[in-house]
T-cell receptor, first 110, second 111 residues
Framework: DAKTTQPNSMESNEEEPVHLPCNHS???????IHWYRQLPSQGPEYVIH???SNVNNRMASLAIAEDRKSSTLILHRATLRDAAVYYC???????????FGAGTQVVVTP | DAGVTQSPTHLIKTRGQHVTLRCSPI?????VSWYQQVLGQGPQFIFQ???????GRGNFPDRFSARQFPNYSSELNVNALLLGDSALYLC??????????FGQGTRLTVV
């Protein structure tokens, strides 16, 4: 599977938007882009996924670059509960084989 | 509905012993995957099972094995425990190629 690159950490103030970048320059045409997050002392939690088009759900938005070599997860109004490690993952054949990297630690300040 | 349940939540083992970890997937989910998460790192894929057959295996030694039962629950076995096997072991279930739902994990400490 292609690799992803994310910043180690990001800080945000509560109720402000958070833009989490992910670079995946070696992405293949069949790779889906997934985002999971892991709150302290919990298992990872699905956030969103996409292939080519931008996606929105109740948790976040996913903006995918036209060349698909990068994407951005957008948390529209950060809350303290959004403080977590966010993982950007590419998968092709099976979504049950997730290759996690180190992720981005998001810190939300009141 | 119950989520993915794992047992036990914590356990302590001695080097050289073996351990069995258990996972019950969400009802209707036929795919179960296992991950190891060492402190400070992201989870690392160990196994995936679908319909009782192994679908994938990560870069782990043969001391690690798993199986899936007819009711889709799963066991992860680790033999000849090493100190380095101390980690959080996570189980995830999914329908085929949909989002994965993770359990709270089993915290294994090897002393």
């Amino acid at each position: 599977d292609a690799k992803t690159t994310q910043p180690n950490s990001m800080e945000s103030n509560e109720e402000e938007p958070v833009h989490l970048p992910c670079n995946h320059s070696t992405i293949s045409g069949t790779d889906y882009i997934h985002w999971y997050r892991q709150l302290p002392s919990q298992g990872p939690e699905y956030v969103i996924h996409g292939l080519t088009s931008n996606v929105n759900n109740r948790m976040a938005s996913l903006a995918i670059a036209e060349d698909r070599k990068s994407s951005t997860l957008i948390l529209h109004r950060a809350t303290l509960r959004d403080a977590a490690v966010y993982y950007c993952i590419l998968t092709t054949d099976s979504w049950g084989k997730l290759q996690f990297g180190a992720g981005t630690q998001v810190v939300v300040t009141p | 509905d119950a989520g993915v349940t794992q047992s036990p939540t914590h356990l302590i083992k001695t080097r050289g012993q073996h351990v069995t970890l258990r996972c019950s997937p969400i009802s209707g989910h036929k795919s179960v995957s296992w991950y190891q998460q060492v402190l400070g790192q992201g989870p690392q894929f160990i196994f995936q099972y679908y319909e009782k057959e192994e679908r994938g295996r990560g870069n782990f030694p043969d001391r690690f094995s798993a199986r899936q039962f007819p009711n889709y629950s799963s066991e992860l076995n680790v033999n000849a425990l090493l100190l380095g096997d101390s980690a959080l072991y996570l189980c995830a279930s999914s329908l085929d190629n949909t989002e994965a739902f993770f359990g709270q994990g089993t915290r294994l400490t090897v002393v």
